[in-house]
Every structure is written in C-alpha cells, then in structure tokens.
C-alpha cells in the first residue's frame, strides 16, 4: 500500500510533464519569445559593424561584445517573469490547482514541471545564442567555461526564484503581466541595453549593481573575460534567489 502511494506521484509526474511539453509545444510562446526574440536581436547587433567597433569608453570593447550578456538574460527574463507567473496564475484562476490538491498527485508537480519545461528552453537559448555568436558573427567564445556555466546557472536561479515570487502574490493573470512588463524593462535598462555600464552615470551604476540583471551581466561579461564573477554578483545573486525562493514557497496558494 505504501509503495503504490508512493509510486504514484513518480509516474504522474513523467505523465504531467509529458503532457505540459506538449502543450508548450503546441502553443510555442516560450519557444517562439525565448528563443526567437534574443535571436533577432542578436542577428540584428552582429549585423550592425559600427557596433562591433572596439571602443576605449567601453572599456576596450564592442557594443555588441557588452550586450552579449544582456541578450543570453533576455531568454530567462522572458520566461522567468512574464511566461511562467502568468501560466500559474491561469491555472490558479481556473481552477486546475484547486483539483490537482484533491487527488493523490500533488499540485507542486505541475509547478516542477513547468519550471524543468522553462528551464531547458532556457538551457537551449543559452547554447544557441553562444554558437551563433562565436560562429557567425565573431563573438570571442567564454574564456572560462565554469564561471560562464556559475553565472548562467546563478541568473536563472535568482530570475525565476523573481518570476515565481509573482505568481505566488499575484492573484490577476492581468496584473502578473503588466508587473512582468514593468520588470522586464526595468531591468533591462539597469542591465545595460540601453545605456552600457561601463557608461552608466556613478549613481546607475551603483543601483545596476544591486539588481539581477547588472550582477548577472556582470557576472557573465567577466566569466567570458576568463575572470571569476565578483563577490558582490555572487552575494546578489543568491541573495535573491533566497530571500524571494522563500517567499514564493511562503505565500504561494493553490487556489
């Protein structure tokens, strides 16, 4: 008896998440916006040659070389913080959570099988983003693959540990995505894309250094350099993902 009970989430797991990449399948919005998006941005960068210019007020480096980063966090943003609350929220909202608790397979299963979903469409963007640059358009590949691997690894933790903290205090799908749209350029901005950080004014920079989306550039920018992420991107980082991986588990509900 034990056993059968036991056994039971197990497969129903593997059956939810064949069945959640399926649907993500047929209805390719994280494939076509995390995937596509960085994609078309990185085509268009690598295409423009006078952003591809070396430059001393960058630091020695292109705009392109600096935004590299930026375009590797656009794959986690879109899916971290304005996919996958809103595919919580909707099945909160209509009910699917509310009978999953009532049957032997426990709800968390559905919310584990969306995060592995997004987070080998993540894995994917990150290779293909990488290959692409290095192969078509120059990109000095990661001097230092461990470190490149540690930030990466480290930016998904804190973005979706952001995006999971929404849905668990967002009860509107509405809502969750104008919070996600907000977010979603505001870090960009601190991150880098519009104004580089090694041009960002003391102040911005400072600020730039306490999100996300900076120490993950950061991170990242001095991993391909062959350099280890600073303390402060390390301290950041797993700040985050703590503090807001607790209080998504805290006040998360299925109903």
């Known amino acids: ?89 909707k099945y909160r909202e209509t009910g699917i959570l509310r009978r999953l608790s009532v049957t032997p397979v426990p709800p968390s299963w559905l919310l584990a099988a969306q995060i592995v979903i997004n987070l080998a469409i993540v894995v994917v963007g990150i290779i293909l983003l990488t290959a692409a640059g290095v192969t078509a358009f120059g990109l000095e590949p990661p001097k230092n693959i461990l470190e490149f691997l540690l930030a990466n690894g480290l930016t998904m933790a804190s973005l979706f540990a952001v995006g ?47 999100t996300p989306l900076g120490s993950s550039v950061d991170a990242i920018q001095r991993a391909m350099q062959g350099l280890f992420p600073s303390p402060q991107s390390i301290l950041v980082l797993t700040a985050y993902t703590l503090v807001l991986g607790y209080l998504a588990v805290r006040y998360f509900k299925w109903e």
């Open 1 to 89: 008896m034990n056993s059968t009970r036991i056994k039971t989430p197990r497969a129903a797991f593997g059956k939810l998440l064949l069945n959640e990449s399926r649907l993500a399948w047929r209805i390719p919005i994280g494939l076509g916006t995390g995937l596509g998006l960085p994609l078309l941005l990185l085509v268009i960068f690598g295409s423009i040659p006078a952003l591809s210019q070396v430059s001393s007020d960058l630091g020695g480096f292109s705009y392109f070389a600096l935004s590299f980063p930026i375009l590797l966090d656009v794959t986690v943003l879109t899916l971290s913080i304005m996919l996958l609350p809103r595919s919580l929220i």
């Open 164 to 210: 999971l903290c929404i849905a668990a205090v967002v009860r509107s799908d509405a809502v969750a995505q104008g919070i996600g749209a907000l977010l979603f350029f505001a870090l960009m901005f601190f991150g880098g894309i519009w104004i580089p950080r090694p041009l960002m004014p003391a102040v911005l920079l400072n600020i730039s250094n306490w």
